[in-house]
């Protein structure tokens, strides 16, 4: 297998004094850092665009009160402004109706200075995701969740692909970057097969030669299947399940995972209990064995905006040109 080397973009885990025994060797993966670079391509290619009297327009819809979707939206908003483009926020109530969103959608399709259009999931239960999916340019989705760019991307096709996916391989392509970012011939396991993640990230990893393995809820033997991969991504939305158990040593693992638990007060820093944010990775048990490893905060979350905003710049480019 390659081995996978430590770049300018990882620091050492530094092992805390109760795990002598089994010390974290992994190296962190920054992926804050890294969304910083690709930030800041996206800002000079916006101000580029900009003498041709361009400025790239982002429009994010969002519906009712789900607080993690709140968060969300803040942060790409924020994102979009200091990226230089134009940022259009439309929040609509819980009890908007499925033809007011497609309305919404079909005029933000007809808005010149509209270049990519986001609707945040998930949609309040009276709404088919489908349906409003379908309904948004596939020019201007930004998010690669139309049937058309969900094609294009297992066709291997120019598609604008969906932005965690997209952030995890650059990621990786960072981590593998003294074999010039080659994934080739690697056996990549993806935990997970929702539309947003799993599913193109597999078609992402067969892109780029990888073997791909997914496993998902009804697989048999997961942990040692996954024992088995050089490269192990993690989407399934349940705390800290994967652990060194699963983890062949020396493995690169990219944890998409944010889940809020709660912290009693004894095994809380601050002595009160709260709730903090966790992955789909143990991240200590699987630091001890895993090459390189994504933390939780400050992995793959921040990759996602700037996979976003750089979805939008390609947009408006090709709407421009
Ligand atoms: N909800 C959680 N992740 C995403 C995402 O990547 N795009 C959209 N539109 N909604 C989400």
Redesign the pocket.
């Known amino acids: 297998m390659n081995t996978p080397t430590a770049t300018a973009t990882t620091t050492l885990v530094t092992a805390p004094s109760s795990e002598a025994v089994n010390p974290p060797r992994a190296h962190l993966i920054d992926g804050k850092a890294a969304s910083t670079r690709l930030l800041e391509e996206v800002t000079a290619g916006v101000a580029e665009l900009a003498t041709r009297g361009v400025t790239p327009g982002l429009a994010v819809v969002l519906i009712g009160e789900d607080p993690a979707s709140q968060v969300?939206v803040r942060n790409k908003l924020k994102r979009t402004v200091e990226c230089g483009m134009h940022s259009f926020e439309h929040r609509l109530t819980d009890d908007t109706s499925e033809a007011e969103l497609l309305a919404l959608v079909a005029s933000l399709n007809a808005d010149p200075a509209v270049h990519g259009i986001?609707?945040?999931?998930p949609l309040p239960e009276h709404i088919q995701e489908d349906a409003v999916l379908e309904a948004i340019d596939p020019r201007k989705d930004v998010?690669g969740f139309h049937r058309m760019n969900v094609g294009a991307l297992i066709q291997g096709a120019d598609a604008l692909a969906?932005?965690?996916p997209t952030g995890c391989m650059r990621l990786l392509r960072d981590t593998f970057v003294e074999q010039g970012g080659d994934l080739s011939g690697l056996h990549a396991v993806v935990i997970g097969r929702s539309n947003?993640v799993g599913k193109p990230m597999a078609s992402l990893l067969l892109a780029a030669n990888c073997s791909v393995t997914q496993l998902h809820s009804r697989s048999r033997n997961p942990a040692e299947l996954c024992r088995q991969a050089d490269i192990v991504v993690a989407a399934v939305g349940r705390p800290n399940m994967i652990t060194a158990e699963w983890i062949k040593p020396g493995a690169v693992v990219i944890d998409v995972g944010i889940n809020r638990i709660e912290q009693s007060a004894e095994d809380s820093p601050t002595g009160q209990a709260r709730t903090r944010l966790v992955g789909d990775v143990d991240f200590t048990s699987v630091a001890s064995v895993a090459s390189a490893i994504t933390p939780v905060p400050g992995g793959v979350g921040p990759m996602?905006i700037a996979c976003l905003l750089a979805n939008t710049l390609t947009a408006a480019l090709r709407q421009s040109s």
């Open positions: 969300y986001l609707v945040q999931l998010d969906p932005c965690t947003i996602t």
